[in-house]
């Protein structure tokens, strides 16, 4: 069975500064990962996604996430926070190695808050 | 380019009363189809999934059914809805099983 933490209920970090989410997942074989926003009352919107090759992907609005096969992490990152920012973000794996229908883990989600 | 349309945006409904919920997806053929159900603005709860016309999989029990009655509109129903039917409803969409699209969602409180 396959899974998908984030550990951090809420992030906290200062405008400017540099942001990281966290995510960690659980999968039989290699798997596919992604990264949603949600802003309130609106839909999820896709933001990137690891599925082979380089282990820092480049997604929308200037994130990032590095996949790291040894630690199982999937973590988002961005340089310099904006206010814009602040939003809900959700990790999500799939196991393409499972046959059939591939049902996507959704984790629990991040509340980020960017403080001005 | 493809886009996704829900509605409606928000409703209310008493409690023992149907429900309808309708997706629909435009610039793509043969999507597959999800129905997602978000509560108190957390985690999302698989609740359909659809891989063509009248293919429907049911991820849990519950009060609700869903309905594939062309190639892209997905229909979410309840014959009689309950307290606990309350949520955010999202319906989304994929190619080949990678990203998911999602809608922008339907409120439904039920009271």
Redesign the interface.
């Known amino acids: 069975a396959q899974s998908v933490a984030q550990p951090e209920d809420q992030v906290n970090v200062a405008e400017g500064n540099p942001l990281t989410v966290k995510c960690t997942y659980s999968v039989s074989g290699n798997p596919?990962l992604?990264w949603?926003v949600q802003y309130?009352?609106?839909?999820?919107?896709?933001l990137l996604?690891y599925?082979t090759g380089d282990n820092l992907v480049k997604g929308s609005y200037g994130f990032e996430a590095e996949f790291n096969k040894s630690q199982t992490s999937f973590h988002l990152k961005k340089p310099s926070a904006l206010v814009s920012d602040s939003a809900?973000y959700?990790c999500a794996v799939?196991d393409?190695n499972s046959g059939g229908?591939?049902?996507?883990t959704?984790?629990?989600?991040t509340k980020l808050q960017v403080i001005p | 380019s493809q886009t996704i349309h829900q509605w409606p945006a928000t409703l209310v409904q008493p409690v023992g009363s149907p429900l309808s919920l309708e997706c629909t997806v435009e610039g793509t053929s043969n999507p597959n189809l999800y129905w997602y159900r978000q509560a108190a603005g957390r985690g999302l709860q698989l609740l359909f999934y659809s891989v063509g016309i009248g293919q429907i999989s049911s991820e849990v029990p519950q009060n609700l059914s869903a309905s594939r009655p062309q190639d892209r509109q997905f229909i979410l129903s309840s014959k009689k809805l309950l307290l606990s039917d309350s949520g955010f409803y999202l319906c989304a969409w994929t190619e080949q099983y990678n990203e998911q699209f999602f809608g922008p969602g339907t409120r439904l409180t039920v009271l």
């Open positions: 596919y992604f949603y309130p009352n609106r839909g999820l919107q896709f996604k599925i809900l959700f799939r393409p229908y591939q049902k996507v959704f984790g629990t989600g």
